[in-house]
């Protein structure tokens, strides 16, 4: 369900939810005069479309609408919620605040701070109830965590709607406990980065040197297991009582500054910066944030397919997507039904910039899973332990297809009774057919694991679909084999 959502300032932050509420498909209004807000704003789009289209093989929403408006009054009268992302100045957030409650008195109002508790936020608000904090991590429209903080004054269930929200767009929302500046994560990256200021201002380490110790080490470990799961770990069989046995007495010793902070005058500033341009300098911005997407998308992969750490998040979100998409019955019932449209993803083609073979049989799998869905052989059909199996597939390669082209399959029901069903495939760039894919699949009880006869409701779903299909022609190439004449 496509949710009207604003936001308030265009950075950064701002960009990063915009990009992520349109991804999922929903419709964005962003206030913010500065000039760029816009190319921002539809940049931010484009990354988060190569990303989840690469991260996951699910059918992703038509992205959201979008306006951006130097009308703070216009962005947010009718929006359901609105994500703060301005400066982190107390007085300019104060300020924004009685600019949006004087337009729209029923959203939350969710902070993207930083450090600020809401119950700072709050004062001098005339409906401070609605206030939290909902802080995301770069990029927002990729990383899960979101931490969620309730102020002194906030309704419990603006929490609840938030977590609600956020869960629909893939996300993990962590509830804080307690209110405290800067609420979880920032306050351990605060520490490493104290310590790395600290290990470069002594001339210990650069920071590429700094970088590569995280990155080679612990940092993989976080990923996964986070910290205190890993520590279990390394007390071995007695666990972390054995852990804080052994170790524990370290923490008396003066290995770290966490406490002291290095003063960040000109020659310390300036010794970073020189480092960071040497490290990575040569490099653009724009150029380093598609390597750090293509990373996190290559490593989210990896915890999807092993149900770890946010990589679990994902695979639910995943579910989410493809139950909620399905193919929509066709509005002339006797015409092929539409089962799959998206862009090619860069990571589907080869060494020419083609589409690859494998990338058609996907295409034409997925639209076979999206006919399935039609008929009621969804997951909880499959759950309850029936499904179709593939038991061969034919493929007719007609033209190319290139990263970022929009594609879009017809399936047309060849035969639909008993045990069997016959799908025939037409992948389309506009009118251009590409490939067709002819599918024979048998349906099978998932406890034998032998075939049987469909349920009565996708029994009849599928019939219904098959006499509506009888009257097309025949396509061009079914039941044709390897090397038939065209």
């Known amino acids: 369900m496509t949710t009207e959502c604003a936001i308030v300032g265009g950075g950064v932050i701002g960009a990063g939810w915009s990009a992520r509420l349109r991804v999922m498909g929903h419709d964005v209004r962003i206030f913010d005069p500065a000039p760029g807000a816009q190319d921002r704003a539809e940049a931010a789009l484009a990354k988060a479309r190569t990303a989840w289209e690469a991260l996951t093989l699910a059918p992703l929403p038509a992205p959201g609408a979008l306006q ?18 301005v400066p982190e100045r107390l007085e300019v957030k104060r300020a924004v605040y009685a600019q949006i409650e004087a337009a729209n008195r029923d959203a939350i109002i969710a902070s993207a701070t930083s450090g600020f508790t809401p119950s700072l936020l709050q004062e001098g608000m005339a409906h401070p109830q609605r206030l939290i904090v909902a802080h995301p991590f770069v990029p927002v429209y990729l990383i ?19 977590q609600s929200l956020l869960k629909g767009l893939g ?23 104290r310590e790395a200021l600290w290990l470069v201002k002594d001339g210990i380490a650069t920071t590429a040197e700094i970088d590569e110790a995280i990155r080679m080490s612990f940092g993989l470990r976080w990923a996964q297991m986070g910290l205190f799961e890993g520590y279990r770990i390394a007390g071995g069989a007695g666990g972390m009582r054995h852990f804080l046995a052994q170790f524990g007495p370290a923490l008396a010793w003066p290995w770290t500054k966490l406490t002291d902070v290095p003063e960040l005058d000109d020659a ?24 750090r997407d293509g990373n996190l998308v290559a490593i989210l992969q990896g915890l999807k397919a092993r149900g770890a750490g946010a990589g679990a998040v994902i695979a639910a979100h995943e579910r989410r997507l493809v139950d909620a998409a399905g193919a929509a019955p066709a ?57 179709y199996f593939t038991a061969e597939t034919h493929i007719q390669h007609l033209s190319e297809a290139v990263a970022g082209e929009e594609i879009h399959i017809t399936t047309q029901v060849l035969a639909g009774a008993g045990k069997k069903l016959r799908l025939f495939h037409r992948m389309w760039r506009g009118e251009t057919a590409l490939a067709t894919g002819e599918h024979m699949l048998i349906h099978v009880d998932l406890t034998t694991r032998r075939a049987s006869l469909p349920g009565p409701e996708v029994a009849a779903k599928l ?18 084999g390897v090397g038939a004449p065209r």
């Not at 996300?171 to 980065?193: G, H, N, S, T």
């Not at 006499?467 to 396509?475: I, S």
């Open 68 to 85: 951006v408006t130097d009308d703070l009054a216009g962005a947010v009268e009718r929006a359901a919620w609105i994500f703060e992302a």
């Open 268 to 291: 310390l500033i300036g010794e970073i910066a020189a480092q960071s341009d040497a490290q990575s300098g040569a490099v653009s911005i724009d150029a380093l944030e598609d390597l």
């Open 463 to 480: 019939a219904a679909l098959a006499e509506a299909h009888a009257g097309l022609a025949a396509p061009d190439g079914a039941g044709r």
């Open 331 to 387: 509005a002339d019932p006797t015409r092929p039904v539409e089962t799959l449209r998206r862009a090619v993803p860069a990571g589907w083609t080869d060494y020419n910039g083609h589409m690859n073979e494998a990338r058609y049989l996907q295409a034409f799998c997925d639209a076979t899973d999206a006919l399935m869905r039609l008929i009621g052989c969804d997951a909880a059909y499959i759950a309850a332990g029936s499904s």
């Open 144 to 162: 899960p965590l979101v931490e969620l903080v309730a102020g002194a004054k906030t309704d419990p269930g603006a929490i609840a709607k938030a």
């Open 171 to 193: 996300m993990y929302p962590l509830p804080v406990r307690k209110e405290i500046d800067a609420f979880i994560a920032d306050r351990f990256l605060e520490a490493v980065w």
